[in-house]
Every structure is written in structure tokens, then in C-alpha cells.
């Protein structure tokens, strides 16, 4: 019969597979499954009549017409020989001669599908994508992007590692009307970048583009503990820099994302992105939706929530046009108040939420709590502990963020207790 859509329709699967051939195009044809799943198919023998058959689905009959699939069938059966091994062959030698570059461009859009998974075997989150955009078109394309993919050593990654540790990439450029890229390479990056390269090698290795990854044993320079924590000097310090800052006009809502950073030791975007359904004043909890570990739940100690007293609107701190999203300035009034304090050399987001837990442990907290505190994904943080806040675990909040508060604005607080020296950084 001739393939046409009303030929199609009319044909009904049964238990067993059935082939419908094409009276007008020799080798085009239908596959009917016991499912009921139609495939336009090509067919044909090479080496004459008693040769081997060959056969290829071409298709989904649905998506694609009866029309379009009779197309696609003669641009196969004209290409004489054997098209199907042709094609395997130029499908082997595109894989064969990929770049590094290439296959950069397709692991980029796997992530974005969601079909690379990071820690705890979840999609990676948007964030993660964009610093890894930015660390392939920063570092990686630059010195291995023309390399192919089979032909890499380990060679070749030790001296990519060299070369961003010695700040081969560093760039300083604008970006955009307003934007600027500060790349300055260095052992910390190297070591994080080196790490991408590794599961961007590993992606082609599942792939079948080579069997082995190179980047698997070769040496990364240490980039240091990053340990540097606040005394409760420091914290006095940072409570002065943000009444100043207030005082002299800075924006009370960057202050207020401050605040809370130090008295809750949350990652910076879960404090940006805050939303009110996060925020259970009741339970004195936070309920993330979507952290860096994914849901999670976070005792407030008191100090906290005071900090969010008439923080009404939705998200908590939004950008000066209503509608438009959350604040967006909180990393340049951080460095601003940062800044206004050379005791503050070196204090970042991180610093203060590595702090929170400093304290935490100097106050003789255990490490189940402090995880539980912070939103670590560690197996000893049970699911129990983190989603049914007892009292235990808040009053632990707050001796921790009332410690703090305590420190910032230079009242005793019978929490307080000696601080380690702070570690050079």
C-alpha cells in the first residue's frame, strides 16, 4: 500500500510486530509495535540477494508525517552503497576529531536539560551552570579548546593547571554596558577548574569519545583552607562598618542581608533570593525550598528573627522597582562595608557564614547540630533532625546568633566565651 496518513490511521497493532511497505519509494516502510507505536523505517541489501539486510528507523510517524518521512527515505536509499555503515563511519570520525571545545558546548547543554547531575545526584542549579559557563569560556576553551578530545594527556591537563596558576587567563574586561570580568587565575581557581575539566572528561568517557579520563591522578596544587573566621573584635568591627554604613546613606537593606548572613550562617543567594513563605516566625525556622542542598530547614535563633522584624514584602528584600524581582546589590554594598575596615581584609559571605560555625563549636555545640545549623548535606544530618526543629536545636540558634549579635554591638552576653586567634588567611 502506499504509506499515506490515512493508510496509517486505518492499520491497527496487534500481538505481534507488523512491516507495511511503501508500493511507490522500494525500501520505505512501516513498523507497527505490539504497543502501538508506528516508525517509519528504510530498508535494503547489500551484496545482492542473498546479502545482508540492512534497516534503519528514520522516524516517529506522529511527529513526523508520512510526507516528511518519504523525503528523509529517499535521501537514504539514493545515496547508493551502503548509506547506513556511510553514516556510522562519519559519525565515528565527527566523534574521532571532536575538540575539547566541542564537547564543552555539548556538556553545557546537558546541563542545561538537567541530564548532569552534581552533589547528592541532583541537577546541577542554575548558579553552578553559570559558574561553570564561565569557567569554560574563561579558561578552559582558551588553552584546550582546540585540542581533540581522544588526543588529550594527562600532559596536557598538568599544564593546563600551571598555566591557569600562573594566571595565563587572567583577563580584565568590560562586559556589557555596566558589566566587568575580573579573571585572575591563581591556585584556587586552577584547582576548581581542574576539577570541571575532570567531569567534563568524564561526560565524554561515558560518552565512549575515549576510554579513559586523563585528568584522574593528576596533581592539583593546594589552594588552602579557606579558615579565616571573625574574633569578637572583628565582629565589633563589622557591627561599626554597618552602623556607618546606614548612617551615611547605604542602603538599610543591604545592611539588614549582612546581618542575617552573620546570625544564621546562610549561603549568600539563599539569603538574596528569601522569600516570606520561607519564613516560619512561628516555628522560628526557615524552610527553604531550594538551597544548595536542596529543600531545606534551618533553626532562626532570635537575634535573626528581630533582624527581620517588618521585612514584609515578597521577596524580602526586593529590587527597588516593585515587581521586578529581589535586590540585586548586595555583593557591591558587601565589599563596600568590607572595605570601610582594614581589620576586614579578606571577609567574605563565606567567611561569615564559616564564622557562625566557629562560634557555634566555641560554645561546645556538637558537629550534628552545627550541620544541621548551617544546611550541610552530610549523612549525619538525619531527616528527622533537620525537618522536626525541636527545641534543643533552636535554643542551640539561639545562643549562637544572640553570641554574635552580641559581639557586633560590644554588649556582654553570658554566651560569650574566648575566641580562638583568627587563622591568616
Request: some cysteine.
Amino acid at each position: 500500500m502506499k504509506l499515506t496518513k490515512r493508510a496509517i490511521d486505518a492499520v491497527r497493532a496487534t500481538d505481534r510486530e507488523h512491516f507495511f511497505w511503501d508500493d511507490e519509494l522500494p525500501g520505505f516502510g512501516l513498523r507497527i509495535y505490539p504497543s502501538g507505536k508506528k516508525v517509519f523505517i528504510v530498508q535494503y541489501k547489500v551484496g545482492g540477494r542473498r546479502g545482508q539486510t540492512r534497516r534503519k528507523t528514520i522516524g516517529l510517524y506522529g511527529p513526523m508525517t508520512p510526507v516528511e518521512a518519504r523525503t528523509e527515505a529517499r535521501k537514504w536509499l539514493g545515496r547508493g552503497g551502503d548509506p547506513i555503515a556511510k553514516a556510522r563511519a562519519e559519525a565515528a570520525a565527527e566523534v574521532q576529531a571532536e575538540t575539547v571545545a566541542q564537547l564543552c558546548d555539548r556538556y553545557l547543554d546537558a546541563l542545561a536539560k538537567g541530564l548532569v547531575l552534581g552533589k547528592g545526584g541532583r541537577p546541577k542549579k542554575a548558579s553552578t551552570i553559570a559558574t561553570d559557563r564561565g569557567r569554560i569560556a574563561r579558561h578552559i576553551v582558551p588553552l584546550l579548546g582546540r585540542l581533540r578530545v581522544r588526543d588529550l594527556t594527562a600532559a596536557d591537563v598538568s599544564r593546563f593547571i600551571r598555566d591557569v596558576t600562573l594566571g595565563k587567563t587572567a583577563v580584565d574586561e568590560r562586559t556589557g554596558r555596566y558589566g566587568r570580568a575580573r579573571v585572575t587565575g591563581g591556585a584556587g581557581t586552577a584547582t576548581r577548574t581542574a576539577g570541571l575539566l575532570s567531569g567534563i572528561l568524564a561526560f565524554a568517557q561515558l560518552d565512549g569519545l575515549r576510554p579513559d579520563n586523563p585528568a584522574h591522578g593528576v596533581r592539583r596544587p593546594a589552594a588552602g583552607r579557606r579558615d579565616r573566621r571573625l574574633t569578637a573584635d572583628e565582629y565589633r568591627v563589622l557591627g561599626d562598618a554597618l552602623a556607618a554604613f546606614e548612617r551615611d546613606g547605604g542602603n538599610p537593606m543591604a545592611a539588614a542581608q549582612v546581618r542575617l548572613l552573620a546570625l544564621t550562617g546562610c549561603r549568600l543567594g539563599e539569603i538574596i533570593g528569601l522569600r516570606q513563605a520561607e519564613i516560619d516566625r512561628r516555628g522560628q525556622a526557615l524552610r527553604l525550598g531550594d538551597s544548595k542542598t536542596g529543600a531545606s530547614t534551618r533553626p532562626l535563633g532570635a537575634a535573626a528573627l528581630a533582624t527581620l522584624e517588618g521585612l514584609d514584602d515578597d521577596p524580602v528584600f526586593p529590587a527597588a522597582r516593585r515587581g521586578s524581582g529581589p535586590y540585586g546589590g548586595l555583593r557591591n554594598a558587601f565589599r563596600a562595608i568590607i572595605k570601610s575596615r582594614p581589620e576586614l581584609a579578606g571577609v567574605t559571605p563565606h567567611v561569615l557564614r564559616h564564622s557562625f560555625s566557629s562560634v557555634a563549636a566555641d560554645l561546645g555545640l556538637t558537629e550534628l547540630t552545627i550541620d544541621a545549623m548551617t544546611g550541610h548535606s552530610t549523612g549525619r544530618v538525619t531527616a528527622r533532625y533537620v525537618h522536626h526543629l525541636d527545641a534543643v536545636l533552636i535554643a542551640a540558634a539561639d545562643r549562637v546568633a544572640g553570641t554574635i549579635a552580641a559581639q557586633m554591638t560590644g554588649k556582654p552576653s553570658a554566651d560569650d566565651v574566648p575566641m580562638r586567634p583568627a587563622a591568616i588567611s
